[in-house]
């Protein structure tokens, strides 16, 4: 399955953003979708994850209250909104797909899109 990540940009703290995962190739609805982000000179951070049927989604304490994801099967797309954005939320943004069940794992997921940047003003 191919990933495009998209929805990236430049917001002022305490703004929303919405990022959405396009997926082609496969069949959508097989795969948990997570998403991801690495930062500049930090690891790459388990963000959130939600099941195929969407019944479960997981969050990284961090991101938690603030953040939703969601998906659209109709339409083989995961979202992330995001809200009350940090400046430490800037980093690159990643969607991955997992055959299995949704994990705080990134070596879980087998396929992985390209990344969208987001930056967080102060």
């Known amino acids: 399955v191919q990933l495009q990540a998209s929805g990236g940009g430049l917001v002022q703290a305490g703004n929303s953003l919405r990022l959405s995962c396009a997926a082609s190739?496969?069949?959508?609805?097989?795969?948990?979708m997570g998403w991801f982000r690495q930062a500049p000179g930090k690891e790459r951070e388990f963000v959130a994850a939600?099941?195929?049927?969407?019944?479960?989604?997981m969050y990284a304490d961090s991101v938690k209250d603030r953040f939703t994801i969601s998906r659209d099967n109709a339409k083989n797309t995961a979202y992330l909104q995001m809200g009350s954005l940090k400046p430490e939320d800037t980093a690159v943004y990643y969607c991955?797909?997992?055959?299995?069940?949704?994990?705080?794992?990134?070596?879980?997921?087998?396929?992985w899109g390209q990344g969208t940047q987001v930056t967080v003003s102060s």
């Open positions: 939600i099941s195929r049927s969407s019944f479960t989604t």
């Open positions: 190739g496969s069949s959508f609805s097989n795969y948990a």
């Open positions: 991955a797909a997992n055959p299995r069940s949704g994990s705080r794992r990134p070596d879980n997921y087998v396929y």
